[in-house]
């Protein structure tokens, strides 16, 4: 299981139908988070509230991804409904999220952030979601945290 100062290694196929790696965002923070399923109250609520405050994330170096083992089918329906800005990983395994210590029994997904810094390092992890004010919570962290 990967722990703070790792590097985070993956690549994944996105909700763009492109593969997204570890070293695309080099020199960005990702902000990566963790979630159950599309469509469902709680990941929806979540979603939109980085869709909100998308532009506040790219303004700070960031670029929001979410992760789950849904299909691209299901990302694409998730996206378009809720007109999401940011790519939905596709972790069909669940090798990644079970790496980052977000996978619960057998195909679940724990509800969780990774702050991945410029060089691909785990920085943070946000264990304790609240979906209603998590965005803003992830987006103040970044706000504060001390330049490297």
Do not use: W
């Amino acid at each position: 299981m990967y722990q703070r100062g790792d590097y985070i290694n993956f690549t994944l196929p996105g909700s763009d139908d492109k593969l997204h790696t570890t070293s695309d965002y080099k020199g960005q923070v990702i902000v990566l988070y963790t979630y159950p399923r599309d469509n469902t109250p709680g990941c929806t609520i979540e979603a939109n509230g980085f869709k909100l405050l998308h532009d506040e994330f790219k303004k700070l170096n960031s670029i929001v991804l979410g992760l789950n083992n849904n299909t691209f089918a299901s990302h694409q329906k998730f996206i378009e409904k809720y007109c999401l800005p940011f790519n939905l990983l596709i972790d069909e395994n669940l090798e990644l999220v079970e790496q980052l210590g977000a996978k619960k029994e057998e195909s679940k997904v724990l509800r969780k952030t990774f702050i991945i810094d410029e060089l691909g390092r785990l920085e943070t992890v946000f264990d304790q979601v609240n979906t209603k004010s998590h965005a803003a919570e992830v987006l103040e962290y970044l706000k504060n945290r001390e330049k490297h």
